[in-house]
Each structure stands twice: as C-alpha cells, then as structure tokens.
C-alpha cells in the first residue's frame, strides 16, 4: 500500500526526535517535506531526511496528502485550520489550542472540511495503557488518582515559552486528564488549586459519578519519578505506572494515523476530544488565576 505523504510543520527539538524520525521511516508513511517558521531549521531537519524544505506553508500543505504539527499550541490552532480548509488530514499535539476559542475554531474547521484528525496523546499508544484502561473501566470505577511530576521547567530543550509562561496544567495536564477520562468516564467538572509553575492539584468530577485527583509539577528537581494513573471500583484496582511502557510508541502513532487518513472519518483521539479536554483545561486555569 502506498505510503501517506505527510508534511511536517515545524523544526524543534519535539519535531527532530519524533516527528520528523517516524514519519520518514514508514512503511505507512513517508516525510513529504518541512516546514517552519525558521528557514533555516527547516532545512537542517529537511536535508537529514532528504525531502524539501517548503519556503511557504502553502507549498507543503500542495505537496502533503496531510500534516503533522510540532508547533506551539497557539501557532497549532492558526495553521490547522488551514490545513483543514485545504482537505488535509491532521496529525495534532496537545493541546489543541493555546485556549479555548482557538481550539473551537480548530475542531469547527476539521469538521466542517470533514477531513481527519488525530491527537498524539503519547501515554494512549501503549498496550500498557490499554490494559490498564480495559481493566479499569470493569472495575466499576467510582475513584482515582494521577501524578506527573518533573522538572521540565527548570532548564533543557521542553523549557520553551508557552510553558514558561503557562506552566503543568497546559502541558502535562492533557496526558493525565485523557487518562483518567478514558479509565473513569468522561470530565465534567473540575476545581483547580495550587500554581501552574509550582504544583497544581485537580479535582476531577466524571460522567459517572466517580471522582478523581490529579497531581501536576514541571518545577520539581531532582530524578522524576514515572507518571502513574491509579482506578479504584467495587471490583479492585488498576495502575498504570509510565515506566512499565517498553519501546517506542511512536511507529503505533503512525500506523494508526496512516489508517485514519486512508480510512477518512474519526479517531478517538481526534480534535473533538481534544476540544473536550481543552474545556477542563480552560476551567482549570481560570480558577488557577483567581485571588485567594
């Protein structure tokens, strides 16, 4: 089966050692070009994998049959409707959108073009998580518990502004809330304490009357410890612990979004349910802002 061009927006460090990496390997996708706000990056990651580097967006979006974005949430949200008004499948990050108003936009746009998305919520991609999920979700859950906790923002390639600026609950908070969406039932409410650039605690309410707490920190030195996602239900428990994810998730990331562009139509990771998360998200970091 031929392989889905895929055009590559942005050259940062996430987009070198992940994007740009399992698109060209294939064999269900092929890197079919890149693309960023920085020429020059653009064509050192381009010249890696011998594929052109675009001077125009618009000439990599007529070179790709979709797009993969390894931007900032805010430059994400303004270029994926583009892409989506020009019928490209769409391979997004989280979040979404740097808010709430620009990931409406975005998920409108993917609707209305009726073409598809997909989200890289890595943890998903694991059978580790789905076993954990499958064994959660029958165990009648009615509690849990997350933690992901690091010191991202203390220095290295993942202390870029947006984070800087926005801190746990935008960056590490989609993973953790996606996980315990996905194990109790769906977030329908949330109450947010704590510091965005420090430690913040969730609270999470579910569909299903279960409830749940989530513990974010990207300002914690020292060796950080695994992520963890812990469901407690009348039938037992069921943790998932980051660590026990062996090998690389990513070739699963491609494959399943080759078959979503080939297959058209949804995802369960598509940018509806990343529109959903966005939402808590937006709660949480308006409670986040209000004087104690």
Known sequence: MERVPVGLVGAGPWAEMVHARILAAGPDTRLAGVWARRPEAARTLADRYGVPAFERYEE?????????????????????VLAAKAGKALLLEKPLAADLDGARRLAEAIG???VASQMVFTLRYSDVAAAFIERARGLEPFGGYAANIGGGLLGGPFSTPWRLERGAVLDVGPHMIDMLDAALGPVVAVRAHGDPLRWVGLLLEHESGAVSEASLSMAAGGEAPPARVEAYGSGGNAVFIGSDVVGDVFPEVARQFAETVRRGGGHPLDAAHGLRLQRIIEEAERQLRQPR
């Open 112 to 114: 209305e073009a009726g």
């Open 60 to 80: 990599l979006l007529d070179a790709s049959r979709a797009v993969a974005f390894a931007v900032p949430p805010y430059v994400q949200a303004e270029l994926g």
